[in-house]
């Protein structure tokens, strides 16, 4: 079986992302024994929203194109309004979630983040959750939507948004610690 403190985990995320939902995962996740990388789009510090306003910094540990699948176990994907909005439009972006998938890895998103979920085309059919606002965008995807703070299904982890992260990280290192989610 595989371990959390043998899991390399990738996060995508870009300008906007919200604040809690970027750091206390890779925070957590690390202090679990992972090792956690953030991938920008090009490979730069990427700035957050925190409140009503922008945040702190976060350090990119590699851009988007240097990504390769193969060496992560899971990938995490913070949300915010102005990140995934972003993130949803690249087709690079959307091709990597699909390829974590299609491998069997763990897809982890929260709050505004399942919008990328619904780009890949990964909603229909399956039990979710999201940031309130996005209820009726997962529910017309084809989505099971449940007002839950954390859903599990094959793999796939959704949470509503920054109260729900402790439930969201344990979710995580659950469905990594499971192995392969074959599809």
Not at 37 to 54: N, T
Not at 103 to 127: D, F, M, S, Y
Not at 152 to 180: C, H, M, Q, Y
Request: glycine share 8%; with cysteine.
């Amino acid at each position: 079986m595989p371990r959390i403190t043998d899991a390399k985990i990738l996060m995508i995320a870009t300008h906007g992302f919200e604040q809690s939902e970027l750091e206390f995962p890779r925070d957590q996740l690390r202090v679990k024994g992972a090792e956690v990388s953030v991938a920008s789009l090009d490979g730069k510090a990427i700035k957050g929203w925190e409140g009503d306003d922008w945040g702190r910094e976060a350090e990119a540990d590699l851009a988007l194109e240097a990504v390769r699948v193969d060496d992560y176990d899971a990938l995490v994907l913070p949300g915010g309004q102005i990140n995934p909005d972003l993130l949803r439009i690249n087709d690079d972006v959307i091709e990597l979630i699909n390829a974590f998938y299609d491998q069997g890895k763990v897809v982890a998103a929260i709050c505004h983040a399942p919008w990328l979920l619904i780009e890949a085309g990964l909603v229909k059919g399956r039990t979710m959750t999201s940031f309130q606002s996005i209820k009726t965008d997962m529910i017309n995807a084809g989505a099971d939507w449940q007002d839950a703070e954390v859903v599990a299904d094959n793999g796939i982890v959704t949470s509503r948004n920054p109260n729900d992260l402790k439930a969201f990280v344990g979710k995580i290192v659950e469905e990594i610690e499971e192995g392969r989610h074959p599809r």
